[in-house]
Antibody, heavy 123, light 107 residues
Framework: QVQLQESGPGLVKPSETLSLTCAVSGYSISSGYYWGWIRQPPGKGLEWIGSIYHSGSTYYNPSLKSRVTISVDTSKNQFSLKLSSVTAADTAVYYC????????????????WGQGTLVTVSS | EIVLTQSPATLSLSPGERATLSCRASQSVSSYLAWYQQKPGQAPRLLIYDASNRATGIPARFSGSGSGTDFTLTISSLEPEDFAVYYCQQRSNWLFTFGPGTKVDIK
């Protein structure tokens, strides 16, 4: 079955760039679906960051768009997140997930999810 | 932006009881609503998509209903493993948002 695994530094300094990678196994990213990033600050709710197709087509949350870049590497079957100019407010567990049915005028959901990785922004 | 509101914030029930969780959207989202379960230290798990369709492997005690602005997740008889936080999620054009969650805890 499809499995996702996030990786990257657990500590990032304020004003620097957060970089995470999500490795996908059990499914070829090139076969379809969008692939997304969602984050959850400690003790709080979920926030969608953005999603990418294997072609490189992306959708971003407008609230983060100016600081976010999501890219895909089909040769490694993985996709990545970069979030620039981070502050303490960006401290969160970051999840990657398969993003299902990212087409107009239909329901869309995230399934399955990676286990998540905690990123703390602190000097 | 469409805002999702979930109620109650916390639901205290005993195993075997019926749980009824509400998700309300500030504008119609048609049937474009999903529900997730999240246990402490774990990633969310998809339960329901398109308002009423159970995801693969989800027990029949979980059911979803509603359309437009009002949605309900029902757990017909709570099992010990069902005590968790439940989130609803909608899509509006190209923005995907989650509700604040309902915590179902043991009474």
């Amino acid at each position: 079955q499809v499995q996702l695994q996030e990786s990257g530094p657990g500590l990032v300094k304020p004003s620097e760039t957060l970089s995470l990678t999500c490795a996908v196994s059990g499914y070829s990213i090139s076969s379809g679906y969008y692939w997304g990033w969602i984050r959850q600050p400690p003790g709080k709710g979920l926030e969608w960051i953005g999603s990418i197709y294997h072609s490189g087509s992306t959708y971003y949350n407008p609230s983060l768009k100016s600081r976010v870049t999501i890219s895909v590497d089909t040769s490694k079957n993985q996709f990545s997140l970069k979030l620039s100019s981070v502050t303490a407010a960006d401290t969160a567990v970051y999840y990657c997930a398969r993003h299902v049915r990212v087409v107009p005028a239909v329901g869309s959901w995230f399934d399955p999810w990676g286990q998540g990785t905690l990123v703390t922004v602190s000097s | 932006e469409i805002v999702l509101t979930q109620s109650p914030a916390t639901l205290s029930l005993s195993p075997g009881e019926r749980a009824t969780l509400s998700c309300r959207a500030s504008q119609s989202v048609s049937s474009y609503l999903a529900w997730y379960q999240q246990k402490p230290g774990q990633a969310p798990r998809l339960l329901i998509y398109d308002a009423s369709n159970r995801a693969t492997g989800i027990p029949a005690r979980f059911s979803g209903s509603g359309s437009g602005t009002d949605f309900t997740l029902t757990i017909s008889s709570l099992e010990p493993e069902d005590f968790a936080v439940y989130y609803c999620q909608q899509r509006s054009n190209w923005l995907f948002t989650f509700g604040p969650g309902t915590k179902v805890d043991i009474k």
